[in-house]
């Protein structure tokens, strides 16, 4: 487990949303660098890992080896709807047992949410990269992290034993910039 990197990557609104009240992230929080920013990083990684309802959809999605949250089965499973793909649940399952089972032992992993899926990885991330929308709220929406909105994300991050660096612009035009959360505890 020591050789797997484990990066985290959500965009949040200005208080602390990754969805809206209906449980679906809005148009409000997509932003062209953002996406750029996010395909670029999973590309890049080896093995992506999500909750059932925050699959990424993009272009390159079906290319990409992952692992699926679910209660639905009782340990690991193949995903009947996607060969790339395996379900875990990991009340029945740990987290190297899934990847020794997808072969993946080394290299980069993805989580990309949704909150509780970030809550488990919390005090294992190398890095969590926090994307923000300052100009969006979603009142009522979803939090991102459990904690939220009781706490910010970067109160539950440096909670975790992260500290920021320095923060990139991704979208000038509407202030939405990523700080990587990066482990020194
Ligand atoms: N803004 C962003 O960057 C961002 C990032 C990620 C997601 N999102 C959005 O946020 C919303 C997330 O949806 P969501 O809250 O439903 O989260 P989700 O984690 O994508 O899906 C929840 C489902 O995943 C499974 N699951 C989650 N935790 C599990 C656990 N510990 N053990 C076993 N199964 C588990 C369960 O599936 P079963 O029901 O099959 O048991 C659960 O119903 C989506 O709209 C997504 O698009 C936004």
Same mark, same amino acid.
């Given at each position: 487990?020591v050789?797997?990197?484990? $990066? ?8 602390? #949303?990754l /969805? !809206? /009240?209906? %449980?679906? #992230? =809005? ?21 992506i ?10 272009? !390159?999605?079906? %290319? %990409? ?5 679910t ?6 499973? =193949?995903?009947p709807? !996607? ?5 875990? !649940?990991? /009340? ?10 997808v ?8 989580i ?5 899926v970030?809550?488990?990885? #919390? ?10 929308? *300052?100009?969006?709220?979603l009142?009522?929406?979803? *939090? ?19 500290r ?8 000038? /035009? $509407? ?7 990066? %482990?020194?505890?």
């Amino acid at each position: 487990m020591v050789a797997l990197r484990i $990066d985290g990557y959500v965009i949040v609104s200005a208080d602390g #949303m990754l /969805a !809206n /009240a209906d %449980r679906v #992230m =809005p148009i409000e929080l997509k932003f062209e660098g953002d996406k750029q920013f996010f395909t670029t990083a999973l590309d890049r990684a080896d093995l992506i890992v999500h909750g059932r309802h925050s699959y990424e959809d993009q272009p !390159n999605s079906p %290319r %990409r080896k992952r692992i699926v949250l679910t209660r639905t089965i009782d340990a690991i499973a =193949p995903d009947p709807a !996607n060969p790339k793909a395996v379900l875990w !649940n990991p /009340a029945g399952a740990t987290f190297e047992a899934i990847c020794d089972f997808v072969g993946v032992v080394s290299g980069t992993v993805a989580i990309i949410g949704g909150p509780d899926v970030f809550g488990m990885f #919390m005090d294992r991330y190398d890095t969590f990269w926090l994307s923000q929308a *300052p100009r969006v709220r979603l009142p009522g929406g979803e *939090p991102c992290f459990p904690g939220v909105p009781q706490h910010s994300p970067q109160d539950i991050l440096a909670a975790h034993g992260m500290r920021a660096g320095e923060t990139q612009i991704l979208d000038a /035009a $509407d202030d939405v910039s990523v700080t990587p959360w990066r %482990r020194v505890v």
